[in-house]
């Protein structure tokens, strides 16, 4: 069992920063792949980036490809997303996911993803 706790969102204007963190539980983290979604008002929830177990290959939606990061640290339990260059477009609700089976071609399905957390509200006012 695994337990996401994310922070960081908050409002920020249009071409600033948020460095978001999810915090899991549990001593299996590492070997998790490990992902961001979001849903913005009136919208599905959809998929932003996700990073291996090892940390070695990351895949991230084109519209926030050059301008966000994800990155874990698994002697913390912890995968962060660098958003950088934000857009008003990047309002939405962000949503941190794990995952044992996420594979190359699957990445982007929520239902690959076993654990979410509760999602943390980014703003960007323009």
């Known amino acids: 069992q695994v337990q996401l706790v994310e922070s960081g969102g908050g409002l920020v204007q249009a071409g600033g920063s948020l460095r978001l963190s999810c915090a899991a539980s549990g001593r299996t983290f590492s070997s998790y792949a490990m992902g961001w979604f979001r849903q913005a008002p009136g919208k599905e929830r959809e998929f932003v980036a996700v990073?291996?177990?090892?940390?070695?290959?990351?895949y991230y939606t084109d519209s926030v490809k050059g301008r966000f990061t994800i990155s874990r640290d698994n002697a913390k339990n912890t995968v962060y997303l660098q958003m950088n260059s934000l857009k008003p477009e990047d309002t939405a609700v962000y949503y941190c996911a794990a995952g044992t089976k996420v594979g190359s071609s699957s990445y982007v399905y929520r239902t690959s993803y076993d654990y979410w957390g509760q999602g943390t509200q980014v703003t960007v006012s323009s």
């Open positions: 990073l291996s177990w090892s940390g070695g290959r990351t």
